[in-house]
């Protein structure tokens, strides 16, 4: 079995680690470390809460220890680009902790925060930089930093980063770099978009892949329940008066639906706080530290707000509206069961949700196990079962997933429809109202040309 004594790392570095506690590599860390010690090109295809931090900020900071150089100003040696301000804070904390034995000079970058303060920092020099594309691409254009001196470059959570649209900030920062750098691309999910990043920008990269996104963690229980979405803010009320609940992540779809969330529970009694885009970064991390130090419970945010933070101990987490993009649920179920522990992960689906209920199952391809509503909560209208899990009809086969009728036919989506039992061609509103208007009279002619006649 792999020891992070048999890594050979550098002694300050190894010495670090071990005043956290750690004493075996997790698998991304024991398969990634070894190639990056050896300064080759990696593609690392893991979730959040592998340790995949790790997997690169301990050969770096080796790398940095065994070869020292005086700071240059504007000049960074190690550029890490991450998607969220969570993620690059959460990436500079760990960088912290590696490098406490070594002399290392951390900076990170992000919007929402002074630029001129960080352009102060730059000025004076530092080893690593840990950037968000779209700030970095600010301080590029002020002439603030320069990325010729970079040695290593680190794309973390590559697929977000696409899916926020950084694609052409990546574009502009890549090329500012020497081609002769080190290039580590670490992605939950592997498609062709992050397949042809790795092509365009490293050079034979090792591919290390562990726990692919349709996995999800197997120490997490899942569970749904069907409720109306008048009755959603109830239900989540009786559960967090749970005492099991004793900490709780709880996801919403719209910055507007957090904040909504949250004066709810606070009118019920119940202590709870909010992070999204429209938070000011104070805000953030007055929030997060409030949640991780336990004084507020329950925090509720969106999936970019969420994107890094790796907080132990969250016993449930609890998707208060279910995600449009499957791969969505696998992240936000990962912030629960972390570090070895168990955790549950509860799902309010909607009439309107169902759908998306099914899309995680075929993703995941497993049944979500159904919990029933607590008494005093009406059940929705019955619905039809759900189909076994199973892939998606690819275009152009198996039935049609459209409600186009013919010519004169009312669309009827779905069992519960009041149209449902209507005859095809009739009124939907109205039965009783004329089918076609009657044709308006003509009032003869008219304008300037009639006075005239």
Known sequence: MTTFSSLNLAEPIAKAVAAEGYTTPTPIQAQAIPPVLAGKDLLGIAQTGTGKTAAFALPILDRLARNPAPLRPKSPRVLILAPTRELAAQIAASFF?????????????????????????????????????????????????????????????????????????????????????????????MPKAIAAL????????????????????????????????????????????DKKVSRALIFTRTKHGADKVVRSLEKSGLRAVAIHGNKSQPQREKALEAFRSGRTPFLVATDIA?????????????????????????????????????????????????????????????????????????????????????????????????????????????????????????????PNRPKHRPRRRSRGPQGPRAAAA
């Open 97 to 189: 902790a590696y490098g406490r034995f070594i002399k290392v000079s951390v900076a990170t970058v992000f919007g929402g925060t002074p630029i001129n303060r960080q352009i102060r920092d730059l000025h004076r020099g530092v080893d690593v930089l840990v950037a968000t594309p779209g700030r970095l691409i600010d301080l590029l254009d002020r002439k603030a930093v320069m990325l010729n001196c970079v040695e290593v470059a680190v794309l973390d959570e590559a697929d977000q980063m696409l899916d926020l649209g950084f694609i052409h900030a990546l574009r502009t920062i890549m090329p500012l770099m020497p081609k002769g750098r080190q290039t580590l691309l670490f992605s939950a999910t």
């Open 198 to 241: 790795a092509d365009q920008y490293q050079d034979r990269p090792v591919r290390v892949e562990v726990a692919p996104v349709a996995t999800t963690a197997e120490r997490v229980e899942q569970f749904a329940t069907f409720v109306r979405s008048g009755d959603k803010q109830g239900l989540l009320t009786v559960t967090l008066q």
């Open 306 to 430: 969420a994107r890094g933070l790796d907080i132990d101990n969250v016993s449930h987490v609890i998707n208060y509206e279910i995600p449009n993009v499957p791969e969505q649920y696998v992240h936000r179920i990962g912030r629960t069961a972390r570090a070895g522990a168990t955790g549950v992960a509860l799902s309010f689906v909607g009439d309107d949700e169902r759908s998306y209920l099914r899309d995680i199952e075929r993703l995941t391809r497993q049944r979500i196990p159904l919990s029933p509503l607590p008494t005093g909560f009406e059940a929705p209208a019955e619905r039809q079962e759900r189909s076994a899990p199973k892939k998606p009809h690819h275009r152009g086969q198996g039935p049609s997933q459209h409600n186009r009728g013919q010519k004169g036919d009312v669309r009827v989506k779905g069992d519960g429809d009041p149209r449902r039992d209507q005859p095809r061609g009739e009124n939907e509103h109205n």
